[in-house]
RNA sequence: GCGGACGUGGUGGAACCGGUAGACACACGAGACUUAAAAUCUCGAGACGGCAACGUCGUGCGGGUUCGAGUCCCGCCGUCCGCACCA
């Protein structure tokens, strides 16, 4: 009989709406054990793209599986919907950013439903929401109230045409992206908030994260930068110093180099170089010149070291009569440490680049192991690790701790002025966070600047401080700076005219809570303590590797700021109990002749292999065949979703995700990985159909015997349950594919010889396949099992026990070698001993043969696996 | 520049704690079915030599530890990613 093609369109439309009237993926009652899984949600940019369908399936597949495990799961959806993009829509079509955003919204609403996936639509939440940021901003006033946000002086990108202020990524090779004009490095009175009152718990802590990414914790332990250093005044030789300044604090992590120094170096925006300045023309064009630089770091570690002498000389804390040099370096940031810092060019290769441009001297004064005093010298490559004190004075001879330690209390024992010349001090390189953004699409910051009063914070019931629905995005700069009326307020203290702070918040707060929300979104409270306690912290999260440090260390600091605000216990601490990050979705890339990008449904192939080539369809031209790289709009290296849902369904793309590649690494999109995907969901349901006609009624007790082929398909069928119910739980998707596909072969492979006689094993193997694969083709699956004879929904069957007696066979097959390199294997019982073993494979042809008569040494037995025969 | 990751057949990848390298899939080749194509099914396949049995080599490169190394150690080479206002 001719089994008909499975039309997964029509069928899943189908099963979705089964699903929906079922209501079984709503979160229960807060009652037992549970299982929070959560995706990062996405950015409502217009249309959901194979990143999403990939991040989205992943954790469908891991809330499947819980809660066919009887965990009670949590899997909400939102929008992370305040940001840039909808500013600049609005500006390119002179419409609204809401009106942008919330039609995204509905658009991927859309296709994420018709993935169908497992979430709970009831906890929708838009961080664009009044009713969701209303909440933001009482958590940013608690924050304040607390101490934890502060308004500081900060640098920005200032476009000076545009009037506005610039991202990093909108400022290219210095020149603002729209306006084209030099970037301007500003000073600006910003919103802070202070993570850096918990630099040492972030990191602490990472520590207790063992399921997290290793990866992911070093980065964030790196961000955070903790450093064991020295904090060392100099005095400035006043015949040399600006008038009212008389000497310059330094951090060192490395004291113990400082007889190798050659020159202090100081950032351009440090209080000594704009006093310096101030009567130098020359050096204050300098660091006009290093502000225009830009404000990232890689920008300045790989721009080439430049500097500007002060004409100021330091002195020497450990020897008065020695005096150095003060530069102006543009690699010396005023964010880190002090601004300011002592060069050691045989210690450091920035320092000794410096040296070598301006001819500074540079002393070794570090050993390393194993060199020769006499014959060591520092040429172009300095030495920063440990080793012996040289050239140091009373150092010598030591190591590089003892030095430390030598020069650190001699320097606490100095004295400069009352003070003591040196300081031991913890460093880190994490700063506080800037939250303040000059735009109009994000949270505004609720608090009113009155003349009189200063900073004060709207009032908890006059919450939300609502953007103006009447703002205007023809032209660049701050919508809600330029509105006519919405910033003037009267003081809530004194009640005289006043006016709104019109800074947003960057959007990384928004994401920094929402998981929070998702436990109680209808909530009054920002966060409902209760909840908060059933539910977090998320059980697994998984989003993409590009927010190892920012979200998730913001998130980390946020979560706890809050907690001690009140806002939910103070012993839960950590947001996300395990993280994992997956890869991006590539893609081959084309050009035409002309150079132009081309989608891929714009060229044709011809020939394969090496001899493949592509042609542009309109032109009939040829095309290029370019890298394989992460899908974009700009390279158009794009595949729809919308168009494989719409033609194989959703089944095959989720599964098509799954297969082949690791999770957490790329995977490349092609058009035989996705076709291949649809064979095998027909293949599936031709398999389930045969064995329907096969097997006895559903629901029948077993009929005890299987026979041998029975048996055998039976073991089959519960190694793969247990395999891929923990490939699952460890996420290795690609694994569990894999055995699902040696099942499926095993299973069709018994069909077709199949006698009729053990029928019951047939139907046991064929229920657990769809039950296996029911989390990653759910649609299918549900199609199965009414093909199988059920009448219930597939969703709601426990997650089936593997039998152990039937994952251990009686027999194994072990390698035998000789000399370590294999010659032979054999079949011999499982329980067998170690003696029966060895005496088995020194019987083997294979073993006589490779031995050559040598005497056997000894044999190396590993129980189930391997012989080695020495001899 | 700093920090991190990765490197296995023609391709994506698998390989538990150091124990049969290449599971599974793609692409390819041969065959069956068909008027034909598609679909489907069967078989083959790391490289080299050999009719074959089999042998030699083989996890980026060079060393080392071990009875045994894709896996551990040391040194290279290559590719990719992040770097604080993109989300």
Known sequence: MAIERYNAPEREKHWQQAWDGAQIFRAREMKGPKCYVLEMFPYPSGRIHMGHVRNYTMGDVFARYKRARGFNVLHPMGWDAFGMPAENAAMERKSHPAQWTYANIDT???????????????????????DYYKHQQKLFLDLLNKGLAYRKSSKVNWDPVDHTVLANEQVIDGRGWRSGALVEQRELTQWFFKITAYSEELLEALGTLDKWPEKVRLMQANWIGRSEGLSVRWALDAATAPQGIDELEVYTTRPDTLFGASFLAVAADHPLAKAAAEKNADLAAFCEECRRMGTSVADLETAEKKGFDTGIRAIHPLDPAWKLPVYVANFVLMEYGTGAIFACPSGDQRDLDFAQLYDLPVVPVILPPGEDAATFIVKDKAYDGDGTMINSRYLDGLDTKAAFEEVAKRLEKAKLGSKPVGERKVNFRLRDWGISRQRYWGCPIPVIHCASCGVVPVKAADLPVRLPDDASFDKPGNPLERHPTWKNVDCPACGKPARRETDTMDTFVDSSWYYARFTAPHATAPIDREAAAYWLPVDQYIGGIEHAILHLLYSRFFFRAVSDAGHSSKNLREPFAALFTQGMVTHETYKSAEGAWLLPTDVRFEGEGAGRSAVEIATGKPAVIGSIEKMSKSKKN???????????????????????????????????????????????????????????????????????????????????????????????????????YELTNTLSAVLSKSEDNFGWSIREATELLVKMFAPMMPHLAEECWTRLGYNTLLAKEPWPEADPGLLVDDSVTVAVQVNGKRRDEMTISRTASKDEVEAAALRLESVVRALEGRQVKKIIVVPQRIVNVVG
């Not at 991927?108 to 009044?130: F, H, N, V, Y």
């Not at 006895?696 to 299987?706: I, M, Q, R």
Request: aromatic letters at 6%.
């Open 638 to 740: 794009l595949v729809d979703p919308d168009e494989i849902i719409g033609h194989y369904g959703a089944d095959c793309a989720r599964w098509f995700m799954l297969s082949d590649s690791p999770p957490e690494r790329d995977v490349i999109w092609t058009d035989e990985g996705i076709s291949a995907a649809g064979r095998f969901v027909q293949r599936i349901w031709r398999v389930v159909n045969e064995a329907a006609e096969k097997v006895p009624a559903a629901g029948l007790a077993s009929s005890g015997e299987a026979g041998p082929e029975g048996q055998a398909l039976r073991r089959a069928a519960h190694k793969a349950l247990d395999g891929v119910g923990r490939n699952i739980e460890g996420l290795r998707f690609n694994v569990a594919v894999a055995q699902l």
């Open 108 to 130: 991927m609403k859309g296709q994420l439903k018709s993935m169908g996936l497992a979430i709970d639509w009831d906890r929708e939440i838009a961080t664009c929401s009044p």
